[in-house]
């Protein structure tokens, strides 16, 4: 199915901008045959594009997301700045403080949550990484932190805390639905 929408797509545009620059991505731009196809100078993908922009000029941003705008603007276009910012409804902020009051957390304190857990093994970090991991944000920044997980999962919780010996303010949450 993506590749007849590909046929049908080729020769119908007049530029083609590949932000990712990936190989699979670079490929699909080349293959689009647009007329100028602009992408990262990177590599044997540059060869896939007549137009590039330099990957060292963007470096200086901390965020893909900043990053990705900063490959336009290289390209003389206007772009609005990015905002890291997560708004919710009221009724999810009492619903979580709700639970964050549990572990003695008030509105106005500052705290991390952290969800030590994954369904997949190979993605599931060791404990005592989570526990240096805590005991660095701890010494640094003096945040609350929380540990959250779902049912029947609240034993890697002991484990880390057991690993950190009890020396930071850290909460240890068991919710239901996670």
Not at 129 to 154: D, M, N, S, T, V
């Amino acid at each position: 199915m993506f590749l007849k929408s590909l046929f049908k797509e080729r020769n119908n545009y007049d530029v083609t901008i590949d932000i990712l620059s990936l190989p699979s991505t670079a490929l699909i731009t080349w293959y689009i045959n647009s007329p100028i196809r602009i992408g990262l100078n990177k590599r044997v993908r540059k060869y896939f594009y007549n137009l590039h922009y330099n990957e060292q000029r963007l470096n200086n941003t901390p965020y893909m997301a900043d990053f990705r705008l900063n490959s336009i603007r290289l390209m003389s276009m206007k772009v609005d700045s990015v905002k890291r910012d997560i708004f919710i409804d009221d009724i999810s902020f009492e619903q979580a403080m709700k639970i964050l009051s549990v572990s003695g957390v008030n509105e106005d304190e500052k705290y991390i949550t952290i969800t030590p857990i994954s369904p997949t093994f190979y993605k599931l970090w060791p404990h005592r990484y989570y526990a240096r991991l805590i005991e660095r944000i701890y010494c640094h920044l003096k945040y609350k932190i929380i540990l959250l997980c779902g049912p029947g999962e609240y034993w890697h919780l002991e484990q880390i805390g057991h690993m950190m010996g009890g020396k930071y303010d850290v909460a240890r949450l068991e919710i239901d639905g996670i």
